[in-house]
């Protein structure tokens, strides 16, 4: 980090960002600044209001002045400090530090970017108990400033429960030719085949599942005052509707089950399923997802990526 003279130094200090001291070719830098600086701060979420968070910030300029030797470092970091010791991380308050970065680089930047990195907890209720616990999700929020504009990307991660389709159906195969193999007299007593069911001889097979996660990318409208953190998590899990679970007592572990019974899906269901419920939503200007089941028969994952496709939007790219 470059040391600046201050009006309070006893001493003149060398500024190699502004005189000759050292040699440089020259050239412009897509981006330079700082990453992993580490700040408590505030984001303000569209349903819930302010919520603490403790962030991993990255914050750059672009140089776009080819004689500069380099960007004044400690004044991206300052202003980080000032910015978000007084307000929330909001659109609003995200749009004045990239400002105050390009004000303070005139003449060396044209462009400023900044993201944050952090877990967001949620309290989630169980199933059926009167449970609840803390979930933990991965946010990302991303914003540039340039000439086009504040530009505002968030991006969540949310784990969720997959059953396989076709192991489903080969369970169920086995499941009836034990049903044959034992009851082919043809003479059937409900109370029997009650019995039965309940056996482990008789539901001689289960489908696999698998824990997924769901990772989402979002451009937010221009017109945002916050961010939707809760709600395009809630959109995520109300759509594939096996959102991993908390507290669990065993009412809520059997209604899990139940839950995964009814949502069988590959991997091509869950993006489906996802791209349904964030296509009608104007707040979304363009997205991006990928889903990822974290396979338990194979070594390997299955994945589906798809987007909104938008004309000059995300690419869909892994």
Same mark, same amino acid.
């Given at each position: 980090?470059?040391?600046?003279? !201050?009006?309070?130094?006893?001493?003149?200090?060398? &500024?190699?960002?502004?005189?000759?001291?050292?040699? $440089?070719? !020259?050239?412009?830098?897509?981006?330079?600044?700082?990453?992993?600086?580490?700040?408590?701060? #505030?984001?303000?979420?569209? #349903?819930? !209001?302010?919520?603490?968070?403790?962030?991993?910030? =990255?914050?750059?300029?672009?140089?776009?002045? *080819?004689?500069?030797? !380099?960007? $004044?470092?400690?004044?991206?970091?300052?202003?980080?400090?000032?910015?978000?010791? &007084?307000?929330?991380?909001?659109?609003?308050?995200?749009? /004045?530090? @990239?400002?105050?970065?390009?004000?303070?680089?005139?003449?060396?930047?044209?462009?400023?970017?900044?993201?944050?990195?952090?877990?967001?907890?949620?309290?989630?209720?169980?199933?059926?108990?009167?449970?609840?616990?803390?979930?933990?999700?991965?946010?990302?929020?991303?914003?540039?400033?340039?000439?086009?504009?504040?530009?505002? +990307?968030?991006?969540?991660?949310?784990?969720?429960?997959?059953?396989?389709?076709?192991?489903?159906? @080969?369970?169920?195969? @086995?499941? /009836?030719?034990?049903?044959?193999?034992?009851? /082919?007299?043809?003479?059937?007593?409900?109370?029997?085949?009650?019995?039965? @069911?309940?056996?482990?001889?008789?539901?001689?097979?289960?489908?696999?599942?698998?824990?997924?996660?769901? /990772?989402?990318?979002?451009?937010?409208?221009?017109?945002?005052?916050?961010?939707?953190?809760?709600?395009?998590?809630?959109?995520?899990?109300?759509?594939?509707?096996? *959102?991993?679970?908390?507290?669990?007592?065993?009412?809520?572990? =059997?209604?899990?089950?139940?839950?995964?019974?009814?949502?069988?899906?590959?991997?091509?269901?869950?993006?489906?399923?996802?791209?349904?419920?964030?296509?009608? =939503? *104007?707040?979304?200007? &363009?997205?991006?997802?990928?889903?990822?089941?974290? +396979?338990?028969?194979?070594? $390997?994952?299955?994945?589906?990526?798809?987007?909104?496709?938008?004309?000059?939007?995300?690419? *869909?790219?892994?």
């Amino acid at each position: 980090m470059k040391r600046e003279s !201050g009006a309070d130094n006893t001493k003149a200090m060398p &500024d190699v960002a502004s005189n000759s001291m050292v040699d $440089h070719s !020259g050239g412009t830098l897509d981006w330079v600044g700082m990453s992993e600086i580490h700040l408590p701060a #505030r984001v303000s979420d569209t #349903r819930v !209001g302010e919520r603490p968070v403790s962030t991993s910030i =990255q914050a750059y300029v672009n140089l776009a002045n *080819p004689d500069a030797k !380099g960007i $004044h470092m400690s004044r991206l970091y300052l202003m980080l400090e000032e910015t978000f010791g &007084d307000h929330s991380v909001s659109p609003a308050s995200i749009e /004045q530090l @990239l400002g105050n970065f390009l004000e303070t680089h005139e003449g060396l930047s044209t462009r400023g970017f900044v993201q944050f990195d952090f877990e967001y907890s949620m309290r989630r209720p169980a199933l059926k108990s009167s449970y609840a616990g803390w979930k933990s999700y991965t946010v990302s929020i991303k914003a540039s400033l340039g000439e086009e504009g504040l530009c505002t +990307e968030m991006y969540v991660e949310v784990p969720y429960s997959s059953t396989c389709p076709c192991s489903a159906a @080969l369970a169920r195969q @086995l499941i /009836q030719e034990k049903f044959r193999e034992d009851f /082919q007299s043809g003479k059937v007593d409900v109370d029997e085949v009650f019995e039965w @069911l309940g056996t482990e001889e008789g539901i001689r097979a289960t489908p696999h599942s698998q824990r997924s996660i769901a /990772q989402v990318r979002v451009l937010l409208d221009k017109a945002a005052e916050s961010f939707p953190i809760t709600a395009l998590i809630d959109s995520i899990e109300e759509a594939l509707k096996t *959102p991993v679970q908390t507290a669990v007592k065993r009412i809520d572990e =059997q209604e899990f089950a139940l839950l995964n019974g009814q949502n069988l899906m590959f991997c091509e269901d869950a993006a489906r399923r996802l791209k349904h419920a964030l296509d009608p =939503q *104007p707040c979304y200007r &363009d997205f991006w997802l990928r889903v990822n089941h974290l +396979e338990s028969l194979h070594a $390997h994952n299955a994945v589906a990526i798809v987007t909104k496709e938008v004309d000059g939007g995300y690419l *869909p790219i892994p």
